[in-house]
C-alpha cells in the first residue's frame, strides 16, 4: 500500500479522538532544531488573534488487537488495516512541517501485537523526529493502556502532552464495553505521569537556580532541557453510550483535576459507528450534552464553582436549554443583581455573561470611572446576559422582564440575535480536519460533528474568553481549507 493510502486511512481513523487540543507549553526555537512549541497552543486551536493552528492528526496503526464495542476499529470490525514505519511517519510529519501544512504531530495508536510493541513504535517515530531531524515542535501522543512504565517514561521524555484515555465513565461499563481494557490500566499510567511530570518540573527548576547549562546536543540534554510531558496530560470520556448521569462525569472529572492533575478532561458525545447490543439504540448523538459539560467543565477550571453548585441528586443531568452558569445564577437570585462598580472581583465571575477576563477589565475600568451599560460593551462584556443580573450605577438593565426566575429563564434560553456574543445557530457545525481536498467522504464526515460547533471567539457560558486558555473545548474551527496535497516522497 502507498504512503498516501496509508495517511489517508490512518488520518480518517484518528478523527474518533478529540483529546488534543491547544498545548500549554512554551518552548522557543533552539539553534540547530526545527520548529518551536507556544503557548497559544496548537492542534486545530485558535490563539488569542484568532489565527487556527492545526496538527498531523494521524494513528500509527489502526490494527488492534482488542474489541471495544464503541469503536470502528475494533478487532471484529471488517475495514482496511494498516501500519506506518516509525520512518514513514517521521518522514511523512517533517514534509508536512516544512510545507507549512501544521505545526506539530498527534498521534495516536490501535494495539499492535501488545501494548508494549505499538509505543514502542511510536517512540521510533518520535525519536527519529526529535534527534535525527531536530524537530523541536509540539507532540501529544497517546498512551495504550497496559504499557511499562519504562515505556511510558520515554514516551513522556519526547512528547510535550500524553494523553490516557478513560473513554467510559466508571468500571461497570469499561467491563461491558471495553472488557480487555481495565481500569487500573489506564489510572496507573495517569497517576505516573502526574508524578513524573512534577518531579521533573521541580528538578528542572532547581537546575535553573543553580544556572546549570544542559550543553550540546546529546540525546541525554534534549531530554533534559524538554522534560517530563512538559505540557501535562489530558484524557477522554465518551457521553452517552453508558447511562452514567452528568454529575457522575462531573465529579469524575473534578476528581481526575485535583488526583492525576491533568490538564483537560474532554468530552466526546457517543457517535454510534458499530451495531452492537451493548451499545445505546439510536442514531442520536447528544452534542448538547456535550456542549453543557464542557461549560462545566469551563467552570470548575477557571471560575471557581464546586461540582454541588451546578449539579445534584435531586437533578443528575445539566440543563439543556440555559447554560451551567446562567441555571447557577437562577438558582441564587436572591444575590443578584449586583452593582458592577462595587462587587468583588469574585461576584463579577459568577455574573453570567461575564467572563475571567471581562471581570478583569472591569475592575480595572472601574477605578478610574463610574462604569455604565455601554461602557460594559466597549470592555467586550457580553451585556445582552449580563444586564439581567448587574445594576450600572443602581441602574437595572433588564428592561423588558421582570426579576423573577421564569421571566429570566425565558430571556436567556431564547437565542440572542447577531453581536459578537451568543449563539450562532446560522453556523454549520464543522468536523474533522480533512488532508484531502476534495474528497466527498471526507466532507460527509465533517457534517457528523466532533465539535461543540461554538464559534471560536466565545468562550464557556457564551462569553468573550478571557485568552487562548478560554478557547478551548472543541474549537469551532477543526475544519480548515486544504489544498490538494502535491505528491510526497516514499519513505527511505
Ligand atoms: S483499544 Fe483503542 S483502537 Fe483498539 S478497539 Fe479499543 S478504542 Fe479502538
Redesign the pocket.
Known amino acids: 500500500m502507498d504512503l498516501m493510502q496509508k495517511l489517508e486511512i490512518l488520518a480518517d481513523a484518528a478523527k ?1 479522538d478529540v483529546a488534543c487540543t491547544s498545548s500549554g507549553v512554551q518552548r522557543s526555537a533552539q539553534r540547530g532544531q526545527l520548529g518551536s512549541a507556544r503557548a497559544a497552543g496548537c492542534c486545530h486551536s485558535f490563539t488569542p488573534d484568532g489565527r487556527c493552528i492545526s496538527l498531523l492528526k494521524v ?1 500509527m496503526t ?1 490494527v ?5 464495542a ?6 471484529s470490525n471488517e475495514r482496511e488495516r494498516c501500519t506506518f514505519t516509525p520512518r514513514e511517519l517521521a518522514d511523512l510529519t517533517m514534509e508536512f512541517y516544512r510545507r507549512n501544512y501544521i505545526e506539530g504531530l498527534f498521534l ?4 499492535l501485537r501488545t501494548p508494549d510493541y505499538t509505543t514502542e513504535l511510536m517512540i521510533r517515530t518520535l525519536e527519529i523526529l526529535r534527534f535525527q531531524y531536530r524537530f523541536n515542535g509540539y507532540i501529544h501522543a497517546k498512551t ?2 497496559g504499557t511499562a512504565p519504562e515505556l511510558i517514561d520515554r514516551l513522556a521524555s519526547l512528547a510535550d502532552r500524553l494523553s490516557v ?1 478513560l ?1 467510559l465513565p466508571s468500571q461497570e461499563s469499561l467491563a461491558l464495553l ?1 472488557p ?2 481495565s481500569r487500573q490500566d489506564i489510572l496507573s499510567p495517569m497517576k505516573r505521569i502526574a508524578e513524573c511530570s512534577q518531579a521533573s518540573k521541580e528538578e528542572r527548576a532547581l537546575a535553573r537556580r543553580r544556572t546549570t547549562v544542559y550543553a550540546g546536543h546529546t540525546n541525554t540534554a534534549c531530554l533534559k532541557r524538554r522534560g517530563y510531558a512538559p505540557a501535562g496530560q489530558s484524557t477522554q470520556l465518551i457521553v452517552g453510550a453508558t447511562p452514567e448521569s452528568d454529575l457522575h462525569i462531573l465529579n469524575l472529572t473534578a476528581a481526575l483535576y485535583r488526583n492525576v492533575s491533568l490538564k483537560r478532561v474532554f468530552f466526546s458525545a457517543y457517535l454510534p459507528v458499530n451495531r452492537d447490543k451493548r451499545l445505546p439504540d439510536t442514531d442520536a448523538v447528544q452534542l448538547d450534552r456535550e456542549h453543557r459539560l464542557y461549560q462545566a467543565d469551563w467552570l470548575l477550571r477557571f471560575y471557581r464553582f464546586d461540582v454541588t453548585e451546578l449539579i445534584d441528586d435531586a437533578h443528575p443531568f445539566l440543563e439543556t436549554d440555559i447554560d451551567p452558569k446562567a441555571n447557577w445564577a437562577l438558582n441564587h437570585l436572591d444575590l443578584f443583581p449586583v452593582e458592577v462598580n462595587t462587587a468583588p472581583y469574585e461576584t463579577l465571575l459568577r455574573v453570567p455573561g461575564i467572563g475571567v477576563r471581562g471581570a478583569k477589565l472591569i475592575v480595572g475600568a472601574r477605578r478610574t470611572a463610574m462604569l455604565r451599560a455601554d461602557d460594559l460593551r466597549k470592555l467586550g462584556i457580553a451585556y445582552k446576559r449580563a444586564r439581567y443580573f448587574l445594576t450600572c450605577n443602581g441602574v437595572w438593565g433588564g428592561a423588558g422582564c421582570t426579576f423573577s426566575r421564569e421571566s429570566l429563564h425565558a430571556k436567556l434560553a431564547s437565542p440572542i440575535d447577531g453581536g459578537a456574543h451568543g449563539r450562532r445557530a446560522d453556523r454549520p457545525i464543522p468536523g474533522q480536519l480533512s488532508l484531502f481536498g476534495n474528497d466527498d467522504e471526507a466532507s460527509a464526515s465533517q457534517t457528523v460533528g466532533y465539535t461543540t460547533g461554538r464559534s471560536p471567539r466565545l468562550g464557556a457560558n457564551g462569553e468573550a474568553p478571557a485568552s487562548q486558555a478560554e478557547l478551548g473545548g472543541k474549537p469551532a474551527g477543526q475544519l480548515r481549507a486544504s489544498p490538494p496535497l502535491p505528491s510526497l516522497p516514499r519513505s527511505a
Open positions: 474518533y494513528l489502526n488492534c488487537i482488542y474489541d471495544c464503541y469503536c470502528a476499529n475494533r478487532r495516536s495508536s490501535g494495539v495504550v493502556p484515555n473513554e471495553a480487555q481494557k
